[in-house]
């Protein structure tokens, strides 16, 4: 960036067209590198699972199994099948996400609603393994798209409890602050995230810990979804975290998106 802005001091006025359009085409090698990356990724991500799958098949295949050593084996495989399916429908929802030009919808989200939706799947996908704690601290709700906002808060919820070992302790808040600003919470006794990777957990596919995501059924896009979907509400989302002792992370919707 620095040099290009040495470059337009030293070029005369008239050329300055010139020297933008070098950069574009930077820019654009960047968005085909990323691309290539993109792709690259999605194809090591659906060849395990296939792989594995091929594995087991073969297996089953050739080898005379007892019914329950067969059993046995097409869980497994529906394991992988389960696995190749969470990874396309986040992948389409990334893809509508990005596609859609239209800004997010704007009627009321009673998040009262949301928080029995979210309490209800929590507790199944916990299995009774944490103490959850869901607190609905202010009345107030918000305006966007329902679909959305669930999808978003959903995810925080669901890394909160697959990262957090059985024993941990999970509490998710909805409360409106001082500034009028609505904050959803979402705070774990986890693991923690080292700050290096902190700026780079909403990057498709960046895991901290990729056998960790894959066995708690991680596609790896979760956050980046999060993250499309705050920005369709002009929300921040904050993460803070301390190695050893767990994680936060934190919505914040703008005052004007609070409603009665
Ligand atoms: P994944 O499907 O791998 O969970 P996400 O995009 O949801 O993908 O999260 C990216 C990475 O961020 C995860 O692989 C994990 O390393 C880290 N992460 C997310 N949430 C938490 C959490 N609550 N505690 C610890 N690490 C987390």
């Known amino acids: 960036h620095g040099n290009l802005s040495l470059m337009l001091q030293a070029f005369p006025f008239g050329q300055k067209r010139h020297l933008l359009l070098v950069q574009d085409i930077t820019d654009l090698q960047k968005a085909d590198a990323m691309r290539r990356d993109f792709v690259a990724n999605v194809s090591h991500e ?3 699972p296939i792989t594995v799958l091929m594995g087991f098949l073969e297996t089953v295949h050739s080898l ?21 399916k969470s990874l396309v429908e986040d992948l389409l929802t990334l ?15 009673k998040v009262e609603t949301l928080m029995a939706l979210l309490k209800n799947d929590a507790e199944a996908l916990s299995q009774g393994k944490h103490a959850l704690n869901f607190d609905l601290e202010s009345p107030q709700n918000l305006m ?34 001082d500034q009028g600003q609505g904050e959803f919470l979402v705070t774990d006794s986890g693991p923690g995230i080292a700050s290096e990777h902190l700026s780079r957990l909403t990057e498709r596919f960046y895991r901290v810990d990729r056998s960790r995501s ?3 059924g991680g596609t790896g896009l979760g956050l980046a979804i999060v993250k499309h979907i705050a920005n369709r509400h002009q929300a921040q989302l904050l993460i803070e975290s301390t190695p050893g002792k767990g994680s936060q992370f934190m919505l914040r919707f703008p005052k004007e998106r609070i409603a009665a």
């Open 95 to 109: 893809a509508n996400l990005e596609s859609n030009a239209l800004p997010a919808a704007n009627t009321v989200v």
């Open 214 to 216: 894959r066995d708690t």
């Open 144 to 177: 966007g798209d329902e679909r959305e906002i669930l999808s978003a808060f959903s995810n925080l919820v669901s890394n909160a409890i697959r990262y957090t070992p059985d024993v941990g302790a999970i509490r998710v808040e909805w409360r409106v602050n």
């Open 64 to 84: 005379d199994l007892k019914k329950e050593q067969q059993d046995q084996y097409f869980d497994m495989m529906m394991a992988q099948a389960q696995r190749m």
């Open 46 to 48: 659906m060849r395990t």
